[in-house]
């Protein structure tokens, strides 16, 4: 049977691309999706909504010098419609908006150019955007940008965002009152009289859902009756902000389905992108695929299971086919107009190997030049990442053209690599760097560490929570972190003195509590904690200098204090200063951004036998203030 040709109706107020799949019906020239027709469904998104709120792409904007993390939200709505292309192989559409100066200080100075295709035979569409800021234009910060569509409730009941976190979800109605009670944010609720009855007493928060940038591949929601599944697939994440440990929402009760490009969640202002008057930028956001699929030949014993492997193995051919061939725009250039870069990682550290060591699943990328580490607050250009073999080879391909630095870091050892020298991409390039040397910090033996070097928290004591605070899916689950209110539980384990870990007894999966969060008073005051490390030394080099690793996973509106030997030492011997407006304890996010700090211990501070080191957090005004460790290290003096 011929698969029929895409398509393309044109009306004043709207248009639609038909390919006999499906219908997608945009409004025009705003470029908002109002309708999408698939499988006997007359429409997948919210009628019950506003057409202006279904599906969308939308930004948060601030004038410059504006703090903090929100502003102004925007709808983009476009104010010109042009066809780009339009046969039977493929419609692409455009809708535009132009900035202009009469709109200083109204609307964001940008242009933005929305495409939407629709190709023969696919069972979905594509849509990406191309933003610009010219010269003459005045400054603004970019705070968030995002594509939303919001599905009807009626149908769409299940969410897949990994193999692993799935499940039923709440109706939308749940959390309004009185059906649902907000908890210490608004984004958390609890279920006290839900439609559901057996959802009482759960929790929902959309942060419980968040992932990490190399993780949403493909997520999305599944309808029962008929069987439908309506994916988002991100096949790259060149133009996401942030490299592959920034973490991002996907989709949440609503039912909503997100993709987002550029936020602060689980960053704060650093990955807010500032641009000043007259700074010319210009990226291209996606193209990201909207996949909708059924049940294959009508066989319906398992849709949801069905549905959710067909959504991965799609994802697998949409990254197999980036960069796609099909955009019709010079500012998305194709494989053959990119470079490829490859070579292989060492780590080298005489303290663990007389050899170089292979770097095993290094994350290996090429990021805008910057200062060693600084890929992971980079926000305005493109990120290529790859992942280094057991053997340490690597290879990133179909890099746009352009300067670059090459940066890396290794599970297992702290710190940043960043390769001193330029990497310049041009149109063909097939780069081979040889072989690159990372020489982790390290300055002497380990006498002691606690944790595993791995950006993360997830390895230390991640209490249960509070029975009335649980979400089932995260019982008995890896991510365990996810669960709402687990910081309350510090208080509880200790409700007068604070943690104290003891070198070569205690263990840190069970005795090392995942965040350094404050104690909440009974009058719901809040105070600073200060966590003890005992350890026990044989000998001491007096005229040594030894080294306190500490990498942190997380940070927010903290403080991170050290002294040692002496509790009472003022000033401390090391202090962080305010560090971190990342979030990640109240969002459920068990990492944030990463720090590493480095202090010296003159050999004169320790003792032979029992020594203490004090870490305090003092900043104590909120039960979200805190940090949380990813791996601490005492080195001897250097050997």
């Given amino acids: ?64 010098g504006s703090s903090g993390t929100s502003g102004i939200f925007d709808v983009i709505r476009g104010s010109s419609f042009r066809i780009i292309v339009e046969n039977e192989e493929q419609v692409e559409l455009s809708f535009t908006r132009t900035w202009d100066p009469t709109q200083e200080g109204k609307a964001v100075p940008l242009s933005i150019d929305k495409r939407f295709i629709m190709l023969r035979g696919c069972s979905g569409f594509y849509t990406y955007a191309i933003y610009e800021h010219q010269k003459e234009w005045p400054a603004f910060n970019l705070d968030e940008t995002r594509i939303a569509f919001k599905l009807r409730k009626d149908k769409f009941q299940y969410m897949a965002v990994a193999d692993n976190r799935q499940r039923f979800m709440p109706l939308p109605d ?48 599944i309808s029962t009756d008929p069987p439908v599944g309506f994916w988002h697939i991100t096949p790259s994440n060149e133009f996401r902000s942030g490299g592959p440990l920034k973490q991002n929402l996907t989709s949440h009760v609503g039912p909503t389905i997100l993709t987002v490009f550029l936020s602060a969640h689980y960053a704060g202002e650093d990955l807010v992108p500032k641009f000043g008057a007259g700074e010319q930028w210009k990226k291209v956001f996606g193209p990201v695929f909207i996949y909708l699929n059924s049940p294959f030949d009508g066989n319906e014993s398992d849709p949801i299971a069905e549905l959710w492997e067909s959504a991965k193995t799609q994802m697998t051919i949409e990254v197999q086919s980036w960069p796609y061939s099909f955009p019709d725009s010079e500012y998305f250039p194709k494989s053959d107009n990119r470079g490829n870069v490859s ?113 993360s928290a ?92 500490l990498a942190l996973a997380s940070a927010a509106f903290s403080e991170l204090q050290v002294r040692v030997n002496d509790p009472k030492a003022n000033p401390p011997l090391f202090s962080s200063g305010l560090i971190g407006r990342d979030n990640s304890i109240a969002r459920h996010g068990i990492h944030g951004l990463y720090w590493l700090y480095n202090v010296n211990i003159s050999g004169a501070r320790l003792v032979e036998g029992d020594n203490t080191i004090f870490l305090t957090q003092p900043r104590s005004s909120s039960p979200f203030q805190g940090i949380m460790y990813d791996y601490l290290r005492l080195e001897g003096a250097p050997s």
């Fill in 458 to 549: 997830a390895e230390f004591y991640v209490p249960d929570p509070n029975p009335k605070y649980i979400n089932k899916l995260y019982l008995n689950h890896p991510d365990k972190f996810r669960q709402y209110g687990l910081w309350e539980r510090y208080a509880e384990l200790y409700p007068d003195k604070d943690l104290v870990y003891t070198v070569g007894v205690s263990d840190y999966t069970k005795d090392w509590f995942f965040a350094q969060v404050t104690r909440k008073k009974d009058n719901n005051t809040y105070q600073g904690t200060t966590w003890l490390i005992n350890f026990k030394l044989d000998n001491v080099d007096k005229s040594g200098i030894y080294k306190l690793r």
């Fill in 1 to 64: 049977m011929a698969v029929q040709g895409v398509q393309l109706h044109v009306e004043d107020h709207r248009v639609m691309m038909d390919n006999g799949l499906l219908q997608v019906t945009l409004s025009n020239p705003d470029g908002i999706v109002t309708g999408i027709r698939y499988n006997d469904i007359d429409n997948l998104l919210e009628i019950l909504n506003d057409e202006s709120n279904r599906g969308y792409w939308d930004l948060v904007w601030s004038t410059p």
């Fill in 174 to 221: 749940d959390r309004l009152p009185p059906r649902g009670q907000a908890l210490a944010y608004p984004e958390a609720v609890l279920f006290v009289n839900p439609v559901e009855p057996e959802l009482k007493g759960e929790v929902d928060d959309k942060y419980q859902y968040s992932c990490n940038n190399e993780d949403i591949g493909v997520h999305g929601w």
């Fill in 343 to 455: 070579g292989r990682l060492l780590v080298r550290d005489r303290y663990i190997s007389n050899e170089d060591m292979s770097a095993n699943s290094a994350y290996i990328g090429l990021a805008p030049q910057g200062e060693v580490g600084s890929w992971q607050r980079e926000c305005k250009d493109y990120q290529f990442w790859s992942k280094t073999d057991e053997n340490g080879y690597f290879s990133i391909n179909d890099v746009r053209i352009g300067d670059y630095n090459l940066y890396a870091w290794v599970p297992g050892f702290i710190g940043d690599y960043r390769h001193d020298e330029i990497v310049t991409i041009t149109s063909g390039s097939d780069i081979d760097m040889g072989d690159l040397v990372y020489e982790p910090p390290r300055n002497g033996p380990t006498l002691w560490e606690i944790g595993i070097p791995d950006r």
